[in-house]
């Protein structure tokens, strides 16, 4: 399902830049001061940017206000745009203006929509649904040659859909800037270039554009209409709906999606928009955000918060195979446990984790399904699982959560490298001896486990690639500085030239840390005569003074 944020990169102005456009585009100076000040109103009242469905929203009303029965029940008092144009004529302006932006006529604006290839490919005819009046995937279809249905020849007939050989269902249930109605033609799809909301037809009557504004409500249009219903029919049997930059502001669809849930069970959302979680917050965990009675969709949205361009690439292999996966294993530890089966849950961990479904791992925590022994048994799901957990949350704006999850993988390799360090000196020959620091060091019957220093290194070089990607990502200019402590814990492990370093070449990389040179070879030239572990000692009190310094802790 697509919104205003899927066709930002083609052009398109987002809800929020169309104001600003609009504004700059009006050349009138009474319009240009009527809408600011109807701007810095709403500002003020809502203290966030407005977008261009308040503003259309607001400027209706204002010009239907003496039909507005609300108004009877407050005392007279002076209305404060007395004096400035009529609203009517800036209504038509702006409509005018939604279509033209949402003109897109260059094919080299369109690339970024390529990866939708790889879903039409496998689940051809692919299903779109969009709120969008644009022609991004009319344009796309040109470009590759697909074969997509939209209801239309030149007059509307649904029975399109039913065509065979099609590559691409496309659902515009708000129409489109080539769509028209007029009282004789009735529906056509007029594929001309005008920015203009109306048309004059050879029989000389005007066709005006089948597009329902934004926060418009929902009259009489039979394509609409028939195309609500097939987005209706087609959510009782989806188990994944993707939605692009979609707020969810229209309630006929946010209750349509709403019944579906509760009707389906296997419906997941999965959310991309740089504020999903405001989105998820406001509009469809709960049916009424006010009474915080929780819809069926609560905790079955995965929030992206990231620009849909940088993560389309990733959707179909990496998000949507990692969700069908952790679902799937999570319907079957549910089916297990209740025939009272024995149920391995840490499996679900990994694949929601990898599909961000932040909001399921955490349930999965919260209820003990999966304990915190059982998770430190495996230092690397360990680090992964509160690495994932709080990038997601502090890309989502979610910043107190994020901060427990970062302390706690603080605490974690902390733990690994500190209080679970291991010294290793050996003799290599030639009189000299080598030292191998260990971590995550475990004393077992009949020996030990440990981590190599290159084993970690690159682990964590793997999970800060992993931040570093996610950070571009979204819109956040601050992330990044919350994961600055890895970069300084592996430029740590990468300071060690070999995983054996050289006694003395150890003594140079710590000698600001040695109180008295002689003394430590002194007390290494008594291991390597009698074993003696005071040398093992000295080591790691010196290495774990380095390790506190770098998690800006005192050696305990």
Known sequence: MLGAGASVKAGVP???????????????????????????????????????ELLLDTLTKLDSKDQEPLLR???????????????????????????????????????YLDPLLGFVEEYRPLSIFSVNYDTCIEQFCSVH???YQDGFDVNWNPRVFER??????????????????????????????????????????????????????LGYEEPLLD?????????????????????????????????????????????????????????????????????????RVVCLPYKFEDVFPLLKNHYLNHLRMGLSHLSTCTSNERRGVKTNWLECLLPLLNAEHTEKVEGLLQEGKIGRSEIGEQWQIDVELNLKLALNLAANARTTEAKRYLATLRQVLYTLMHDRLGAEPARIGGGKVGITFVFGLVRQTGGSSHITKGTLELFLKEQYEYVLMRSRMTTSDTIMMEFAFLTTIIKYL???????????????????????????????????????????????????????????????
């Open 14 to 52: 987002d809800t929020f830049r169309f104001v600003s456009d609009f504004e700059d585009s009006l050349t009138n100076a009474g319009n240009k001061r009527l809408v600011r000040k109807i701007v810095e109103t709403l500002h003020a009242w809502q203290q966030s940017d407005i977008d261009v």
């Open 145 to 147: 040659r697909l074969d």
């Open 227 to 299: 195309l609500l219903t097939r987005f209706r029919n087609a959510l009782h049997g989806c188990k994944v709906l993707v939605v692009v930059g979609y707020s969810f502001r229209d309630a006929h669809l946010q209750r349509i999606l709403l019944d579906a849930a509760r009707s389906n069970p296997e419906l997941t959302i999965l959310l991309v928009d740089p504020k999903a979680a405001h989105i998820y917050q406001e509009r469809l965990k709960y049916f009424d955000r006010y009474s915080q009675i929780r819809s069926s969709l609560d905790g």
């Open 494 to 556: 990468n300071s060690f030239s070999t995983e054996r370093i050289p006694f003395d070449e150890y003594v140079s990389m710590r000698k600001s840390l040695i109180e008295d040179t002689d003394s430590l070879r002194a007390i290494m030239m008594a291991w390597d005569k009698d074993n003696d572990s005071k040398f093992i000692d000295e080591l790691l009190a010196i290495e774990r003074q380095m390790i506190a310094a770098l998690f800006n802790r005192s050696n305990r």
């Open 164 to 217: 065979e050989n099609t590559d691409i269902m496309l659902y515009k249930l708000h129409g489109s800037i080539i769509w028209y109605r007029s009282d004789r033609a009735g529906y056509m799809k007029l594929p001309i270039m005008t920015d203009e909301a109306s048309v004059r037809l050879v029989t000389g009557e005007r066709a005006e554009s089948l597009m329902l504004y934004p926060m418009q409500k």
């Open 73 to 111: 029940f407050y005392e007279s008092s002076e209305f404060i745009l007395r004096g400035y144009p009529e609203k009517r004529p800036i209504i038509e302006d702006l409509k005018d203006f939604i279509k033209k932006k949402a003109i897109v006529d260059n094919q080299d604006r369109i690339r």
